[in-house]
């Protein structure tokens, strides 16, 4: 593979943390201190930031910057695994342990021995399962599903949360005790509105990226009317919506110039004539039949629940609501939410 380099070697050379871009301050600490713990690979590392702000690409610098770079480097999305199988995929299980268990698998924290496990979205994992987790990582041994035997790991742990930790803490849906183990070093990811001098070199690296993918012709300019483009959206995907937006506009693009023409950013409406300004305000304008209160109040609740994952103190802290208020409108409108312990509710 490219020249007779393994894999591992080629990530090695495609995931460097010197190589990331960090022109805004709080993104050039977030480099600093990651580059004073990547020779520190058995300490447990947090990763916090929104969706889309680059924790994925930031575990795999910090792995493949390590000395563990040539062993494995696992990721698993707690969040897109159901509860009892994201337990066999962790810890492995034994034959018979349950229906369709044959054989004995091996978990990924076995599989990972000598490397990284990356833990994406940890706060949807089940209070149960954290409990597994955080015996594990502090005995460095645990059991297979439906095993009797200790099996030793010698992996990091890098974990990542899309939400507020210290909400999830509260709202009891992520474990304090947990939460200590995994934070022995934290960094946050400052969204891409909050990194703004990071927009250009950021965007040239996708052009550049886009234009080898897709075969276009190099293109070497982006004009200034592009340029106030970028800089005045909000971003609410932050990088990998911009990473989007770039690899739409070099198709798109048909000289070695990006125009504004070429740049479709998507406008977030929550219905007609109403949108989210670039500042993140909410704009209403009314079409001449107007817009019924009750339709905004379900809007805004159900983007709350949303962003919140469902939790509805989380919910309510965003809408400035209590959760009893909260509660009262979720069952006026018959939406489906979670109960401030995380609980499903109908």
Avoid at 198 to 212: G, H, S
Wanted: glycine share 6%; with cysteine; aromatic share 6%.
């Amino acid at each position: 593979m490219n020249g007779g380099k393994s894999l591992q070697e080629y990530h090695r050379q495609a995931y460097r943390l010197q190589d990331m871009v960090a022109v805004c301050p709080s993104m050039q600490q977030v480099l600093s201190v990651a580059l004073q713990i990547v020779d520190v690979p058995t300490a447990n590392v947090l990763l916090i930031g929104e969706t889309g702000t680059g924790k994925d690409t930031l575990a795999k610098c910090l792995h493949y910057s390590s000395s563990r770079w040539d062993q494995p480097f696992v990721p698993i999305n707690c969040a897109a695994i159901p509860e009892a199988l994201l337990e066999s995929e962790l810890f492995g299980h034994e034959p018979g342990a349950f229906t369709g268990a044959r054989g004995r698998k091996q978990g990924l924290l076995e599989i990972a021995a000598g490397g990284t496990v990356f833990l994406n979205e940890i706060a949807d994992m089940s209070l149960s399962l954290q409990a597994k987790l955080l015996a594990a990582t502090e005995d460095l041994h645990f059991y297979r599903v439906g095993g009797t035997e200790l099996v030793q790991y010698n992996a990091r742990i890098i974990a990542a949360i899309n939400r507020n930790i210290q909400d999830a803490i509260l709202d009891r849906s992520f474990r304090a005790d947990l939460y200590y183990r995994l934070n022995t070093i934290q960094l946050r990811l400052p969204p891409l509105r909050e990194r703004k001098e990071d927009l250009l070199p950021l965007a040239k690296l996708f052009i550049q990226e886009m234009c080898e993918r897709h075969g276009r012709l190099p293109v070497r300019e982006l004009t200034h009317e592009v340029l106030e483009c970028l800089r005045k959206h909000r971003w609410p995907g932050n990088i990998r919506e911009l990473r989007q937006v770039i690899e739409r506009a070099v198709i798109l693009s048909r000289t070695d110039k990006i125009t504004v023409d070429d740049i479709l950013i998507d406008t977030v409406r929550l219905a007609p004539g109403i949108q989210i300004t670039e500042e993140g305000n909410i704009k209403v304008e009314f079409p001449p039949d107007g817009i019924a209160l009750e339709t905004v109040e379900r809007i805004l609740i159900e983007r709350a629940l949303q962003a919140a994952h469902g939790v509805q103190a989380h919910a309510a802290k965003l809408l400035h609501i209590s959760r009893d208020t909260l509660r009262y409108r979720i069952q006026k409108y018959g939406l489906t939410g979670t109960n401030p312990h995380g609980d499903k509710m109908g």
